[in-house]
């Protein structure tokens, strides 16, 4: 997920300031912007400035072209999980079937928990973060705009998290927690989207709580920093759902019918039975748990094969 790339000529963050809203663009020169190391660090660097900067009130995150962020960067993640190798294989089936380590497992755990606190410095900023987000916002790229206080998007917007469905692994920058925690009034909502991966476009975001506003593109840095602003200047308005500190409790769990086992898939029900109104920073521990056992498990294998070959 996070093993360091060739470094390109164009920062992976930027950082400029409008008045007292400091503004940090995710332009990694690729679609997308990829959540590698490089722009991981940049993120943080830049929410570091802006909460240490007594210049400045908030800031806004938002992406460079048509997308938000495709999430995490998977010219880094692949290597981790699957290589042509005989004996990575070897120690990889091992792990499958009786429980080893994975062979990357110490260098997949430090990825995991480098994004969860590179997330939680946004979400548990003193002053608003603020998502502006295009187009789309997949897998680590919705976690990030889940990580923020307030999410304003365009008519085209849409985030999903495909992680279960695909790969056959857990959304864990976070994504098991934060996004139950903002859809906390359709928290059987919140664990379907979990468990089935599919789209979520800007109308129904904007419905069930997960956008504050939809504008057009031409206006969404404006309306982003506008609500910067104005989380800013009164505490008293920021949304309802920074106030639970519990784990949302889920009722109802839809069997699903898919054609590769998915050991992700019961992992996120019993994670939401054993911890729903449990306290976030258990369930937030448990989340990386969950991750690396499906990184340990074979469906996870399976998944991830099936991926790269399509």
Not at 101 to 122: K, L, M, Q, W
Not at 149 to 172: N, Q, S
């Amino acid at each position: 997920m996070m093993s360091t790339t060739a470094q390109t000529s164009r920062p992976a963050t930027t950082y400029e300031q409008r008045d007292r809203i400091a503004i940090i663009r995710l332009d990694g020169g690729r679609r997308g912007t990829p959540l590698n190391r490089e722009t991981l660090e940049g993120l943080r660097s830049g929410v570091t400035r802006a909460i240490a900067d007594s210049g400045v009130d908030g800031a806004v995150i938002t992406g460079t072209g048509t997308d938000f962020c495709f999430g995490a960067d998977f010219l880094e993640l692949r290597p981790l999980l699957f290589r042509y190798s005989p004996w990575w294989l070897a120690r990889r089936a091992a792990a499958a079937w009786f429980g080893t380590p994975h062979p990357s497992e110490g260098a997949i755990r430090e990825a995991v928990d480098f994004g969860v606190s590179v997330f939680r410095t946004i979400s548990s900023s003193p002053k608003p973060m603020v998502m502006a987000v295009q187009g789309n916002a997949v897998g680590g790229g919705a976690e990030l705009a889940a990580a923020g206080h307030d999410r304003i998007g365009t008519p085209d917007a849409r985030f999903r998290l495909p992680e279960v469905v695909r790969w056959g692994m857990v959304p864990a920058w976070l994504g098991c927690v934060r996004v139950p925690q903002i859809l906390y009034r359709f928290p059987d909502k919140a664990v379907d989207l979990i468990r089935t991966g599919r789209a979520v476009h800007a109308e129904e975001a904007l419905a069930i709580g997960f956008f504050g506003a939809i504008v057009t593109p031409e206006a969404l840095l404006d309306a982003a920093v506008r609500r910067a602003e104005e989380l800013a200047a009164d505490r008293e308005i920021w949304p309802e759902y920074l106030e639970i500190d519990r784990l949302p409790t889920a009722r109802r769990f839809a069997p699903r019918r898919t054609r590769l086992p998915s050991l992700a898939d019961r992992l996120v029900i019993e994670f939401f039975r054993e911890y729903g109104g449990r306290p976030l920073e258990e369930a937030v521990a448990a989340e990386t748990e969950m991750m690396m056992a499906c990184v340990r498990s074979g469906s996870q294998l399976l998944r991830l094969v099936a991926g790269i070959f399509g």
